[in-house]
Nanobody, 123 residues
Framework: VQLQASGGGLVQTGDSLRLSCAASGLTFSRYLVGWFRQAPGKERDFVAAISWNTASAYYADSVKGRCTISSDNSKNTVYLQMNSLKPEDTAVYFC?????????????????WGQGTLVTVSS
């Protein structure tokens, strides 16, 4: 399994950004794809996750109402739409995948990781 994250960039407070996570090498039918972020000097935190086959989604409280995770199974791609961005959203964003669909929010529970994409929100 390979994951390719993209879509990061430099934006201003209040702007929107859509991150993409393209997956390849999938040979199973049930996955959970999550987004995590890591700010400089901080731990990697859960942002959102979506079940590949049910599209059930859940979010960290810090982004609830501002972010939407979605999937396009025909393109093997998961998106993270981020609105009303704040400087505290500045971080490297990673997508990750685990087999199965049970809700998981810690990085240790995800086996596959993409490279990060940097999001910088200026004030």
């Amino acid at each position: 399994v390979q994951l390719q994250a993209s879509g990061g960039g430099l934006v201003q407070t209040g702007d929107s950004l859509r991150l993409s996570c393209a997956a390849s090498g999938l040979t199973f039918s049930r996955y959970l794809v999550g987004w995590f972020r890591q700010a400089p000097g901080k731990e990697r935190d859960f942002v959102a996750a979506i079940s590949w086959n049910t599209a059930s989604a859940y979010y960290a409280d810090s982004v609830k109402g501002r972010c939407t995770i979605s999937s396009d199974n025909s393109k093997n791609t998961v998106y993270l739409q981020m609105n009303s961005l704040k400087p505290e959203d500045t971080a490297v964003y990673f997508c990750a995948l685990r087999l199965g669909t049970v809700r998981r929010t810690t990085q240790e529970e995800y086996a596959y990781w993409g490279q990060g994409t940097l999001v910088t929100v200026s004030s």
